[in-house]
């Protein structure tokens, strides 16, 4: 992948056992190629680095999604950090929507509004319920593709190193030292954890999460109860 000089945007991708999208998501990356670096921070065993081409920039990170968008992100070379998840996919103007929105120096970050990639009422009316609740609280998940600009990531200290809900945290920590937005978007995100196991389920431990983490428990308690199952 030919890079420009100084990219304004690195999208840095974390990846556990990604095999089954890495490439797809590589592709479509392309079309970006002279305005965006692209870097891989991998903690998987099942040989998705070997899948990665010599066009992108791939390391190895410690398992888990905050210490690896950290080890990206310390390499990344553009004003603006993007954190992308495997099995999403940005929308044709996602450059454009993120140069309107960091036209305002008050901005720091923030994320993009998400659609699930799969037909049917349950899903239209969790992604109408995923966008409200991002959009009242200000409060950003993975699978919404949240940007930062990177004084303010390192201002911040990057994700937090816990075990679950980094994104949640890292929302909040932004919050605190400017104004977010939650851009039109939408990325469009993979339906398969609810088709693996199962769509009430899913739902249910999503928010039995949340409610837990507002409770007190900890991350690495919560995790216990979280599948990273593909």
């Known amino acids: 992948m030919i890079k420009t000089k100084h990219p304004l945007i690195s999208v840095i991708i974390p990846t556990y056992n990604e095999s089954a999208t890495i490439e797809g998501t590589l592709e479509h990356l392309r079309p970006w190629s002279n305005l965006i670096e692209v870097i891989i921070a991998d903690a998987s065993t099942d040989g998705t680095a070997n899948l990665v081409g010599r066009d992108f920039l791939l390391i190895q990170a410690p398992r888990g999604r905050a210490s690896q968008m950290n080890a990206g992100a310390q390499l990344a070379g553009g004003e603006v950090l993007l954190f992308l998840h495997s ?3 940005l929308p044709n103007d996602f450059i454009q929507q993120l140069e309107l929105a960091l036209s ?3 901005v720091v970050g923030g ?16 992604t109408l319920g995923s966008n409200l609740r991002a959009a ?3 409060v950003y998940f993975g699978d919404q593709t949240i940007f930062v600009r990177r004084d303010c990531f390192r201002q911040i200290g990057g994700f937090p190193l816990i075990d679950l809900l980094e994104d949640w945290e890292f929302s909040l920590s932004m919050k605190k030292i400017g104004k977010t937005v939650l851009l039109p978007g939408p990325v469009k995100t993979s339906a398969r954890r609810w088709l693996i196991h199962g769509k009430w389920r899913t739902t249910w431990l999503m928010h039995k999460i949340k409610v837990l983490y507002l409770l007190g428990t900890s991350p690495a308690d919560l995790k216990r109860l979280y599948s990273d199952r593909r």
């Open 111 to 126: 994320a993009f509004k998400m659609k699930i990639d799969h037909p049917g009422l349950f899903f239209y009316l969790t």
């Open 136 to 138: 009242v609280t200000g």
């Open 104 to 106: 305002d120096s008050r």
């Open 87 to 89: 099995d999403t996919r």
